[in-house]
């Protein structure tokens, strides 16, 4: 069945598909739309079986799922920006105890300044949880990468969080194909954990390092090594739920996208909704006769190193474009892909242009977004200059007056 | 009524109690009235619970967890450790989970300090107590942040010497009036008990028992690593906290209904203070 919904609505029915029993969430701008729709559901009790809790913060709302999630059954939380931030405690416990959790983030501002726009830094700012994390570019990879993510997160017991673009894909609307439960259900059968709470009497869960939680047996160290160790093996959970999806449903995403790769010299990287935005510039780029390619960065963590050091080796410039940003440091998609190719330097790397640009998004007249103009200007730009010298190039900013004659002269805006 | 041979009988039984440090001893501090409430609150409650505890004196003992055995067959009590804010969210989040499991005749136990319900966590107990989640929150009430070394918290007396009052400046706030508060929630079930009285204290947890929603129990758990008093003193402390009408023991009913347990002797409060050191400046 195809429906013209909105992002929030396609992860609602993602969700809704994928059968969780305990769903918790606050309602905080874009994201209330999935517990709208997922109470109304559960209110029902048709089309969805499971325990919805409006809770009082989004402390508790991961509080709460992890919990149940401890206690045996399959979960989901929604979030945005502030809630995400107020999570940061049980983002690291639950990662840390191994809890299968999937979480929607949909991707906006942390204050200050205040405001709802879209902007990847709230996710990306809890990189070093644990968590998962995997970016959708359109509403169809959001209801569908939320059932992947359960599959991935049940493989590898760690949770998984989906992000994907606050405004530009939470609040628009898209065709959009609902897949028919039969099939989701083949896909992700009932959900039976690896390890939970025991039930009175039984004996102690954590006598044996294989078992969960491996942490208290092993140590700090042991118990991140572990975590360290199934972090990298869910690319291969990743690889396989988004094989047997293919085969299923007929449709996937890889870690790594290419688009026009092949014979590109000069390749741009983007995340997120501004990926097909990208396509056309790129598009229009080609036209004009440049050999210009995208990449599609869908997974970042676990960072996607070998696939990216194998789509990046060879050209001759890569362009890294995105909504994000850590302060005096620049973007921290360009901050990994670097950190992947360094280290790795038998082969023969490009310089790497960053380019922060459009945070916030373009609602408020005076906010750059990020259109096929600025891609294009960004890539025609490192395609006629020297390699730069700073780790960030503040894209859309000059043409509207910002920064001052020392950013002018180091040629920090575009 | 002989009080010490009374109290003595109690505590000297272990039977039903599922707290047996294998290697003899807790690893609380000596006179410990945690580790006396967990105990009685062990015999109270029975069998089939879950707890859910977090940072603070109980850590000591629910951390190590060769310290908690049932009976003498090797077999654990099930714990979980939650986020000292999430105590409350936490013990919900798992009753939902048994209840979807078919399991629900578990008992789902919050063990929880002082500094966990009324401060940290009192966010999401106060909401876990308006949604009526089916669990039982005991509060252990020392008075302070008596894990970390006695810092203030919003238990905390006012004219008490802690950690982050130092003498000469005693805290000049008011203690948060916990069980009113729990009870304005209009929670089925809320109840006051300290050490001193068992028989109190075990029936208000079977009586918590057999009520469905939420249920607070308070009790005021001495302590005197924080409190500066010699430890053989617990039990009186408990005693007087009662009969100086420093904390009644009461419980209230859907919030509206009242029942004062003991009525207290009416012991001047002085008799109380004078024994503890973080009154003197």
Redesign the interface.
């Known amino acids: 069945m195809k429906k013209v919904i909105s992002g929030n609505e396609a992860a609602a029915y993602g969700v809704m598909l994928s059968r969780p029993k305990v769903i918790c969430a606050y309602p905080i701008s874009p994201q209330s739309r999935i517990p709208e729709l997922l109470s109304e559901w559960c209110a029902q009790g048709l089309l969805l079986k499971a325990k919805f809790v409006n809770v009082d913060s989004e402390t508790t709302a991961l509080a709460y799922v992890m919990a149940a999630s401890a206690g045996g059954v399959r979960v989901f939380a929604a979030t945005s920006s502030q809630g995400l931030a107020l999570m940061h405690e049980q983002l690291h416990w639950s990662a840390g105890a191994r809890l299968p959790i999937v979480l929607a983030n949909v991707n906006r501002q942390l204050y200050w300044p205040g405001g709802v726009g879209c902007d990847q830094s709230d996710s990306l700012s809890q990189r070093d949880t644990g968590w998962l994390q995997l970016y959708c570019e359109s509403n169809q990879e959001i209801l569908d990468t939320i059932i992947q993510a359960y599959k991935i997160a049940e493989l590898v017991s760690l949770p998984v969080m989906v992000c994907f673009d606050g405004i530009y894909l939470s609040y628009l609307q898209e065709g959009t194909e609902i897949p028919e439960q039969e099939l989701v259900d083949e896909y992700l059968p009932p959900y039976e954990p690896k390890f939970r709470i025991p039930r009175w009497g039984a004996k102690l869960y954590f006598k044996h390092p294989s078992e969960f939680p491996p942490e208290l047996s092993l140590g700090l160290t042991g118990a991140r090594y572990e975590m360290h160790k199934w972090e990298t093996k869910s690319m291969d959970a990743f690889l396989a739920a988004d094989e047997e999806f293919q085969r299923l449903f007929g449709r996937g995403y890889p870690a790594v996208e290419e688009y026009k790769c092949g014979d590109a010299d000069v390749v741009v990287v983007i995340s997120g909704s501004a990926v097909g935005t990208g396509k056309t510039g790129v598009d229009k780029l080609r036209q004009k006769g440049h050999k210009v390619g995208l990449v599609k960065l869908k997974m970042f963590r676990p960072f996607p190193r070998e696939l990216i050091r194998r789509v990046l080796a060879g050209r001759k410039k890569v362009v890294v474009i995105e909504r994000d940003f850590s302060p005096a440091v620049g973007g921290i998609f360009c901050q990994e892909i670097k950190a992947a190719l360094y280290g790795n330097m038998t082969r023969d790397f490009p310089p790497i242009y960053g380019f922060v640009s459009g945070l916030g998004g373009g609602l408020i007249p005076h906010q750059a977004d990020i259109t096929p103009q600025l891609i294009e200007k960004a890539i025609l730009y490192a395609l006629t200059s020297e390699p730069p010298t700073q780790d960030v190039i503040w894209l859309g900013l000059k043409e509207r007056g910002g920064g001052d004659e020392y950013d002018r002269n180091a040629i920090k805006l575009l | 009524m002989n009080m010490t041979g009374t109290l003595l009988n109690y505590y000297s039984k272990r039977d039903e109690e599922y707290i047996h440090p294998p290697r003899g001893g807790l690893s609380t501090c000596p006179g410990c009235a945690m580790a006396l409430a967990l105990r009685l609150f062990s015999r109270g409650i029975g ?4 707890f ?1 505890s977090t940072m603070g004196c109980a850590m000591v003992v629910a951390v190590g ?1 060769e310290l908690i055995t ?1 009976k003498r067959d ?5 714990w ?1 450790f ?2 000292f ?2 105590t409350a ?6 009753k ?6 078919g ?1 629900a005749e ?1 008992e789902v136990v919050v063990w929880a300090g002082d500094g966990a319900a009324f401060d940290i966590g009192y ?2 107990l ?2 876990a107590a ?2 009526n989640e089916d669990i039982l929150y005991v509060c252990y009430d020392n008075e302070s942040y008596q894990n970390t070394g006695n810092q203030r918290s919003s238990a905390t007396p006012w004219g008490a010497i802690t950690t982050t009052n130092p003498a000469p400046t005693p805290k000049t706030e008011r203690k948060k009036a916990m069980a009113q508060l729990m009870a304005d929630h209009r929670i089925p079930y809320g109840a006051t008990s300290t050490v001193a009285y068992p028989e109190d204290f075990m029936n208000k947890v079977r009586k918590a028992k057999g009520i469905k929603g939420f249920r607070f129990l308070h009790i005021l758990t001495p302590c005197p690593t924080g409190w500066l008093y010699p430890s053989e003193l617990t039990i009186k402390l408990s005693r007087l906290a009662v009969d100086t009408k420093i904390f009644p023991l009461f419980e209230v009913e859907d919030g509206t209904t009242f029942t004062i347990n003991r009525e207290p002797e009416g012991i001047p409060v002085e008799e109380y203070i004078k024994i503890q050191g973080r009154f003197k400046l």
Do not use: F, W
Request: glycine content about 16%; some cysteine.
């Open positions: 069998e089939n619970v879950v859910v967890p049932k090797g077999e654990y009590i099930p979980i939650s986020p804010g999430s969210s936490c013990g919900a989040g798992l939902a989970a048994l209840m979807d499991r399991e578990t966010g999401g106060s909401a308006e949604r």
